[in-house]
């Protein structure tokens, strides 16, 4: 019998937004993406940004390559606004975005300012829910909508802060939004990835360590391995699979701690 693909994202066009640099988890993302056949649009964050992400975004043979800011007025309305021009529609984006100010991303919740906690609310969570709904009328055959959380949402990890909180609700959104959008065939999913060594972890050595010591398989998740499932997520093989969220961590989070 010949050998077939399960599956394939060949004439898929999904949007990125999140890729900083080469160790980005969402970088491991859009390379999957680009080795099962989709057309990719990529954003970078600012001119800072752009050096490191245009590379990338050629390696992928981006077609669309965009700036985006999630605090400047109207950047995120450009950026739909190019996709609906070029493409017309749009199959599926990522979502790998997150910030939080850095004495409230390492304080206690309880010293977070009003200021930061909704800084870190709008930027890591609400963001998603925008995206959503400026991708909604380009997915009128329906869509995939995929976001990276962390199990900080489910525990308190150390020097996690107020993303914690702010991850649980983005977890909750994402099943809100399923249930919302299920009947338009727009499924929606979020990646709950293990301590990938990325620059916005560089401080989680311990951690690290932590996962490789009590995770029941023996190697901790690369961004590879986060790709490869984001990949089938946004595929048809998928078409049924919706407000889930799915842990790539080496079976860290069913361990005790």
């Known amino acids: 019998m010949a050998q077939s693909n399960l599956f394939s994202l060949a004439g898929k066009k999904g949007l990125v937004v999140g890729i900083a640099n080469d160790q980005s988890i969402a970088w491991g993302c859009a390379k999957a993406f680009h080795q099962m056949g989709a057309e990719l649009a990529i954003t970078y964050l600012n001119e800072k940004a752009d050096r490191f992400v245009r590379p990338l975004a050629e390696e992928v043979k981006s077609s669309i390559y965009v700036p985006l800011d999630l605090l400047k007025e109207g950047e995120l309305e450009a950026v739909f606004a190019q996709i609906k021009e070029k493409w017309g529609r749009l199959d599926f984006l990522v979502h790998a975005v ?67 909180p702010v991850k649980a609700a983005l977890e909750s959104v994402t099943k809100y939004m399923a249930a919302e959008l299920g009947q338009k065939k727009i499924r929606v999913n979020a990646i709950s990835a293990g301590a990938i060594a990325t620059r916005a972890a560089s401080g989680f050595s311990d951690l690290q360590k932590n996962y490789a010591e009590k995770s029941p398989y023996p190697e901790l998740a690369s961004q590879d391995n986060v790709g490869a499932l984001a990949a089938y997520l946004v595929s048809d093989v998928a078409k049924t699979v919706t407000g889930g969220i799915h842990y790539v961590d080496a079976g860290f989070n069913v361990v005790a701690p």
């Open 98 to 164: 997150a910030f939080a100010a850095k004495e409230d991303l390492h304080g206690r919740v309880v010293d977070s300012s009003a200021k930061g906690f909704s800084l870190a609310m709008d930027i890591s969570c609400h963001s998603f829910v925008r995206m959503a709904k400026l991708a909604e009328p380009l997915m009128d055959k329906g869509g995939s909508l995929l976001t990276l959380t962390y199990y900080g949402s489910q525990k308190v990890v150390l020097n996690y802060g107020i993303m914690g």
